[in-house]
């Protein structure tokens, strides 16, 4: 496995833009609401809701039902796990985006196939 | 945006990833800003307090003549000792303006809306300030209860303002949870919080007209070593940084018992020594205690 181009290093979970960014905006030590992100992504509750369930079944995020006054509210934060998931995704898209080439000769051609 | 899944991950081109790098660097962008927006609510929230009660300690303090005798039961009218008592209550608010500011500092600028929202909250936060400059200058001898309803009259905006945050904080999607873990403040965090406190506590206590201009001295001296440990890891700004509910909550106390020092130690007909050392120790106690008890950790 010396060779190793960057796009194996890519998580499924977060392949989808949606999910890619709510991972993006998720942290440890800040919650932030379903409304709010909803409104921060740009995105409408189905499609969010798909994207946390996802997520979370990765176990890339935690949710906590809470209140604020007589209002429910639904609270993300992003896990351990989903952070240093995060971290290798978005090496391998910079090691992407960058156009490196794989580390030996042997996988230069699924190295541009992969970049087009 | 939409959650279309696809799953050859060969497939992703360099254009395609560097988009969604940009797309992942503007979703943090607005997060951060959403953050910055609710801790500035915080700050400003509390700091209209800090500045209100600043002001109106101000005016029981230093202003008005002998017609504010009988306001407080035993609470009256002493002259001549306003010097050490004004840096006293100037020690105070500029040590909670060094730490709010050390926390403004590390957000965002605010932009759009909330550029706008911060000058507006700058400008209600100098009303009572010109308030007490016209009642120091143009009215030195108005009653006391006539120099604290104009300072009231004038805090008016900035306390609305301050509620107007207050809620718009409660109210915010984003906010920090329960910290999972705590720990002591590092050394430096100990010391400075320490020292904070028993600062303040030496400058109340000496500033009671016992101890002459030993008061202003004190306070003088604070003034420096906030200006030289600016920006240092001794600074009011780094402590902010490292500070939990505890250390906030403490500094609140204090604070409220200088300006309540303050009040009395002008305004009373008390034995002023002990008034200053009972007050001195009061003043120091909960920021000495709050350097020893545990702030929240925070993962990275």
Do not use: K, L, V
């Given at each position: 496995m010396g060779d190793h181009h960057p796009r194996h290093d890519l998580d499924d979970a977060l392949l989808t833009p949606l999910r890619f960014s709510v991972m993006a905006a998720l942290r440890a030590e800040v919650e932030i609401d379903f409304g709010t992100l909803r409104e921060l992504l740009e995105t409408d509750d189905s499609a969010l809701s798909k994207a946390i369930s996802t997520l979370g079944a990765a176990g890339y995020l935690a949710v906590r039902k809470g209140y604020v006054g007589n209002r429910p509210r639904t609270w993300l934060t992003a896990t351990s796990a989903g952070i240093a998931a995060m971290r290798i995704h978005v090496a391998a898209l910079q090691a992407i985006a960058a156009g490196l080439p794989p580390a030996g000769g042997a996988e230069t051609g699924e190295a541009s196939d992969a970049s087009r | 945006m939409n959650d279309q899944h696809s799953s050859d991950s060969a497939q992703l081109s360099t254009d395609a990833a560097a988009r969604l790098l940009q797309a992942s660097e503007s979703v943090d962008d607005r997060v951060r800003e959403a953050i910055a927006a609710r801790t500035q609510a915080i700050i400003d929230a509390w700091m209209a307090v800090a500045v209100v009660a600043y002001c109106l300690a101000f005016a029981f303090s230093n202003v008005g003549g002998a017609a504010g005798a009988g306001l407080i039961p035993g609470v009256e009218n002493t002259t001549g000792e306003g010097v050490s008592v004004t840096f006293l209550v100037l020690a105070a608010f500029f040590a909670a303006s060094g730490l709010t500011d050390g926390l403004t500092q590390s957000l965002r600028h605010p932009t759009g809306r909330g550029a706008k929202l911060r000058r507006g909250y700058a400008t209600a936060s100098l009303l009572p300030f010109a308030a007490i400059v016209y009642l120091v200058f143009f009215a030195p001898t108005a009653s006391v209860p006539l120099a604290v309803l104009i300072v009231a009259a004038s805090a008016a905006p900035v306390v609305v303002l301050a509620i107007r945050s207050a809620r718009r904080a409660k109210l915010a999607g984003v906010r920090r949870p329960e910290p999972a873990l705590s720990a002591l403040l590092d050394p430096p965090g100990r010391v400075g919080t320490a020292i904070l406190g028993l600062w303040l506590g030496a400058i109340g206590t000496l500033s009671a007209p016992t101890f002459g201009l030993a008061g202003l001295i004190a306070a003088c001296a604070f003034f420096l070593v906030l200006l030289a440990t600016r920006?240092?890891?001794?600074?009011l700004d780094r402590l902010a940084e490292d500070w939990g509910r505890t250390q906030w909550t403490a500094f609140g106390c204090s604070y409220l018992l200088v300006l309540a020092l303050s009040v009395l130690l002008t305004r009373t007909t008390w034995d002023l020594g002990v008034v200053g050392v009972v007050g001195g120790v009061l003043v120091a106690a909960p920021l000495v205690i709050a350097a020893f008890r545990p702030a929240p950790i925070w993962e990275a």
């Open positions: - | 920006t240092t890891r001794f600074g």
